[in-house]
């Protein structure tokens, strides 16, 4: 368990409304990230954040915007939803390990845009 | 050619049976590797990493070959408990660093009694 939890879980919202996701972490990771999932392109990272207002693109950032004004707190907003966007989101966390980085995950964030 | 591929299945084995993917990668110097699991509706969590000389927990042996640029997992005494997604994962560049993470697409396994 990396202490990463996902709200909201679940959500259903309209064609060019506004949204948001947050991911909330409890142990201080200094990196964190974005990636949605869906069928037949496995994960695509969305946007990350390497620290405290430090945010940066990643593969397919457009159409979405990230926050990171707490070490704790990353969130990520469409702007304004589009029925592409009807994914699955994940945050996720790395650490540091023999290995190299190990990325873990939350939950994740079914979103439906209608 | 995509960078990290996958069969994607499905497989579907009897119990008891023994199970092998392999996954692709592009790029030579690639120097993480990760085999990771999702269950339906379910984050993926780490399975194992995958080293150069081979591992193996319990049931489950990974192994990089780097000449011929694949990772393979094998599963052995097949459970039912081991139906999943198995994603495999590599860090595409000698930095290491995490946001250089690909992930194959998955390779659904199916374990029948």
């Known amino acids: 368990d990396a202490g990463i939890t996902q709200s909201p879980r679940h959500k259903v919202t309209e064609t060019g409304t506004p949204v948001t996701l947050r991911c909330h972490q409890t142990e201080n990771h200094r990196y964190m990230y974005w990636y949605r999932q869906d069928p037949g392109h496995g994960l695509r990272l969305i946007h990350y954040s390497y620290g405290v207002k430090d945010t940066d693109k990643g593969e397919v950032s457009d159409g979405y915007s990230v926050s990171r004004s707490k070490t704790e707190d990353f969130l990520l907003t469409l702007e304004s939803a589009t029925s592409s966007q009807t994914s699955v989101y994940f945050c996720a966390i790395t650490e540091r390990g023999s290995s190299g980085n190990t990325i873990y995950f939350g939950e994740g964030s079914w979103l439906t845009v209608v | 050619r995509k960078e990290v591929e996958q069969d994607p299945g499905p497989f579907n084995v009897p119990e008891g049976a023994t199970v092998a993917f392999n996954c692709t990668y592009s790029?030579?110097?690639?120097?993480?590797f990760f085999w990771y699991r999702q269950d339906c509706r379910k984050e993926p969590k780490l399975l194992m990493s995958?080293?150069?000389s081979g591992n193996e927990d319990g049931r489950f042996t990974a192994q990089l070959n780097r000449a011929s640029q694949y990772i393979s997992l094998l599963i052995r005494d097949s459970k039912l408990s081991d139906s999943a997604t198995y994603l495999c994962?590599?860090?595409?560049?000698?930095?290491?660093?995490?946001?250089?993470?690909?992930f194959g697409s998955g390779t659904q396994l199916t374990v029948l009694p």
């Open positions: 994962v590599v860090n595409l560049t000698p930095s290491g660093s995490a946001r250089q993470l690909t």
């Open positions: 790029n030579s110097a690639s120097q993480s």
């Open positions: 995958v080293y150069s």
